[in-house]
């Protein structure tokens, strides 16, 4: 078992950051990859971002590149998205997942985080 904290989300106004902490404890070396999706209100949870324990390779949706920024520190077990020129459509519930394959398809991650709420205002 993997257990995922998030932290870090909050109210901001449109054009301003966030940075989203993940806390990973367990048996996290079952888990080589850590992602974050979203889910907006009465929409479908999508992918966010993803990124490898080791080698640090990542991968991005297409509505987040070049704003979103996804790291890992190793040594506490931690991965952030740090979130620039937030939009009120980044308003979502994000939430960190572990899973086994460098993917943007949520059925390859097995451990889910209870979420936070980032709200972008315009």
């Known amino acids: 078992q993997v257990q995922l904290l998030e932290s870090g989300g909050g109210l901001v106004q449109a054009g301003g950051s966030l940075r989203l902490s993940c806390a990973a404890s367990?048996?996290?070396?079952?888990?080589?990859?850590m992602g974050w999706f979203r889910q907006a209100p009465g929409k479908e949870r999508e992918f966010v971002a993803a990124?490898?324990?080791?080698?640090?390779?990542?991968d991005y949706a297409d509505s987040v590149k070049g704003r979103f920024s996804m790291s890992r520190d190793n040594a506490k077990n931690t991965v952030y998205l740090q979130m620039n020129s937030l939009k009120p459509e980044d308003t979502a519930v994000y939430y960190c997942?572990?899973?086994?394959?460098?993917?943007?398809?949520?059925?390859?991650?097995?451990?889910w985080g209870q979420g936070t709420q980032v709200t972008v205002s315009s």
């Open positions: 997942a572990a899973g086994r394959v460098l993917t943007s398809s949520q059925r390859t991650y097995d451990y």
């Open positions: 367990g048996r996290t070396f079952s888990s080589p990859v």
């Open positions: 990124i490898t324990w080791s080698a640090g390779a990542t």
